[in-house]
């Protein structure tokens, strides 16, 4: 069904909506607003660094993205964000794309945002709906880096300090990269014994042989006396 100016009602319906806001045409509580719909959702960075096709910066604005519980009609996701201000009111047909693009992350070519301003509200978890699974490889592979790097071979050692300064890497060995980890601190600590205690008999050897030598030399100097 569509009204005069052709404007869908009924149909369409999905979960995640997205619009823009801008900072001159938005109540100044607006974030509260959004916040008091009690509907999950991501705010972007202010993004104030973008540029249009032909160079010129683009007005200040954030990127705003809500995900319902239930389906929703686009007319009932452009309500809530007229009241916040929101310009325009877009179907979301990948959360995750839409939840990425908000920094930016799969554009290098744009002006780039730090995820860690993302504002999450009503339990909307960022790093949890922005995860790739060839994130996990990359974090196990800077933390065996980091265990070499910084000789490591304690998997409670690591965990601790992932906990309080890489969260991302913490996330990862929580979840169910935790075994990857162990089975290489384990053969870590293996090869460095098994290395240290060869490296042990060989001067051992070494030292023996050199006295050996130094039996021979001096009985032989001993026959020539």
């Known amino acids: 069904m569509a009204d005069n100016n052709g404007k869908v009602y009924g149909r369409g319906r999905t979960r995640n909506f997205g619009t823009v806001?801008?900072?001159e045409s938005s109540p100044e509580n607006w974030k509260e607003i959004l916040a008091e719909q009690f509907v999950p959702a991501f705010i972007s960075p202010l993004h104030d660094k973008d540029l249009d096709p032909t160079g010129e910066p683009k007005k200040p604005h954030w990127h705003v993205m809500v995900m319902y519980d239930s389906l929703k009609t686009l007319e009932q996701a452009s309500e809530l964000f007229s009241r916040i201000g929101g310009v325009g009111c877009e179907v979301v047909q990948s959360q995750r794309g839409y939840a990425r693009y908000?920094?930016?992350?799969?554009?290098?070519?744009?002006?780039?945002?730090?995820?860690?301003?993302?504002?999450?509200?009503?339990?909307a978890d960022y790093q949890t709906t922005i995860g790739l699974p060839t994130d996990k490889y990359k974090a196990i592979g800077?933390?065996?880096?980091?265990?070499?790097?910084n000789n490591v071979v304690s998997y409670s050692e690591l965990l601790e300090y992932s906990r309080y300064n890489r969260f991302e890497w913490f996330r990862v060995?929580?979840?169910?990269?935790?075994?990857?980890?162990?089975?290489y601190l384990k053969s870590r600590t293996w090869t460095t014994s098994f290395y240290e205690k060869v490296h042990t008999e060989n001067e051992i050897r070494f030292k023996e042989e050199e006295e050996k030598e130094k039996v021979k030399k001096a009985a032989a100097n001993q026959k020539s006396d």
């Open 102 to 123: 908000l920094c930016h992350m799969d554009n290098p070519d744009k002006a780039q945002y730090s995820t860690e301003d993302i504002r999450q509200l009503c339990g």
């Open 142 to 149: 800077e933390m065996i880096d980091f265990c070499q790097d």
């Open 173 to 183: 060995l929580c979840d169910n990269g935790t075994v990857v980890i162990k089975e």
């Open 21 to 23: 806001v801008y900072p």
